[in-house]
C-alpha cells in the first residue's frame, strides 16, 4: 500500500510538472478539427489600430485580428471587425468574415476572441489570451473549427501581414478606432484640430458604409461631431 501511495505522489509530480512547462512556455495552442494544434512559430503585431497575432505550422497559418490594442473579449462573425483566418495546408483561405454557404448552414456562426493580460513589464510585450471559432472559405462550403484556443505571452514583435483583405468592416473599425483616440487626444484650439476632426468624420463615414449602423450610435456620434469648423 505504501508503495502505491509513493508511486501515485511520483505520477501526480511528474503531470504537475508537466503542466508547469505546458503553461509556462509562450504558445498559440488549440483543438483544430479535434486533434491537438500547437503553433511552431508565433508573434504578434498592431494593424490598423488592433492585434494581430500569428502562428504557424508547417504550411498551416494561424491569424487572428481584433479591432483594439487592449484587453477585452471580441465576437467573431461575418459581421464583426475581428476575424479569425486559417491558411490550410492546400493554400486554401479560411476566414469568420465568410458566411457558411445555406447548404451547409442556416445558422450565424459564432467565436471569440479574448485579449486577457498584456504584459508590459517584459520586452517586447507579450500578450496572453484565448480564442475559439469556425471559419469558411470564399465560397462558404468548407469549413475548419478550432475549440479551446489559447495564445500565452505571444511576443508583440511586429513585421506582420495580414491574409484576410476581405473583411472591410474590420478595417474600416480599426482605422475608426485609431482616428477616434486622435480626436479624443486633441482639442478645438490645436492647429491641427480641422483635419484631424475631418479624419474622424471621414473614419465614422466609412465604418457606417462597411459595417452598418443597426444601432445608430455611429450616426449619432457623427451627428455630435457636427462641423469640423
Known sequence: MKKFVVLFLVVMAAVACGDNVEFNTPAIQGNFEGTA???DYYAADVDFGGFLFEGGRGLEVLQLVTPTDGVGTFDLSSE???EAIFKGVDGTIFSTANSPDPSVTLY???GTISVQNIDNSSSPQRISGEF???AFSADGLRSV???DGVFYRVPLTGGLVSLGDTNSCQQASQALN???QIFNNTTAGDTDYIEVCNA???ALLDAIDACGDSSGNLQTTLDDLGDCL
Do not use: G, L
Open 37 to 39: 494544434w500547437r503553433a
Open 80 to 82: 464583426s471587425a475581428a
Open 108 to 110: 450565424p456562426v459564432e
Open 132 to 134: 475559439n471559432f469556425t
Open 145 to 147: 473549427n478550432f475549440i
Open 178 to 180: 485609431s482616428a477616434e
Open 200 to 202: 474622424y468624420r471621414d
